[in-house]
């Protein structure tokens, strides 16, 4: 297939833009350009009208075009030959590693119990099994308590939290990450700049994604500038 032919000229364009001048190649500029129209395709997401409608000059416009481009780069996989010269030397650092190096699941689906296996009794229900429920639910059963933990978030498969990076809590893509929150997750009411009140879904900005998963929240950072 020639994804030169099948994105449009102005649409690697605009990805151009957003990277460091090393990586404007064009075997680099379709795949991405290939990548965001498959996304587009498969989710209501509108990345490409946003890359192709996007200001130069508008620093808002451009953060976003470089947020885009971004998660394209590390969805792809972070290798020295996508990172750019200034972070080609910590590819290997923040990179997922490989399977075989990847330490074993602790828990698994077979480790839950099923509601119609629950003791009817507890000395103690924890609600949530983060940084703060874990510690409190691990005390009370090591005290020789009966402790309930209820988790409303699932257990993600690893090898899509280490290297999808267009599905992440803090993205703000609009897709729904692979840790939630998912599409079941309640509306939030939000104050706009002129006072008004509006309703948002989970996978817009504005609802302010936590991760929703089995044991803690997991929080991603967003560096500004040329990636």
Do not use: C
């Not at 460091?20 to 989710?43: F, K, N, Q």
């Not at 409303?152 to 267009?166: A, I, V």
């Not at 939630?180 to 948002?200: F, N, Q, T, Y």
């Amino acid at each position: 297939m020639d994804l030169r032919r099948s994105t449009p000229a102005a649409l690697t364009s605009r990805i151009a833009t957003a990277l460091d001048p090393s990586l404007v190649r064009p075997d680099l500029l379709d795949a991405l350009a290939a990548r965001l129209v498959e996304l587009d395709a498969s989710a209501p997401v509108g990345w490409r009208d946003a890359v192709l409608h996007s200001s130069p000059g508008d620093p808002a416009s451009e953060q976003a075009l470089r947020a885009v481009v971004g998660d394209l780069l590390y969805a792809r996989g972070l290798t020295a030959d996508v990172a750019g010269p200034d972070l080609a030397p910590y590819v290997e650092a923040w990179s997922a590693p490989d399977p075989e190096r990847q330490e074993p699941l602790l828990l698994d689906h077979a480790s839950f119990a099923a509601p119609e296996t629950l003791a009817a009794q507890y000395d103690a229900i924890v609600i949530g099994s983060g940084a703060g429920g874990g510690i409190a639910a691990q005390t009370l059963a090591e005290s020789g308590r009966s402790v309930l933990v209820v988790e409303r978030g699932g257990l993600p498969r690893r090898r899509d939290l280490l290297t999808d990076h267009l599905r992440t809590p803090r993205s703000g893509s609009g897709l729904f990450p692979h840790s939630g929150p998912g599409p079941e997750a309640e509306k939030r009411e939000v104050m706009l700049g002129d006072g008004s009140w509006r309703d948002v879904l989970a996978g817009e900005g504005l609802w302010s994604n936590n991760a929703m998963t089995l044991g803690l929240s997991i929080v991603r950072q967003v560096q500004h500038g040329r990636v």
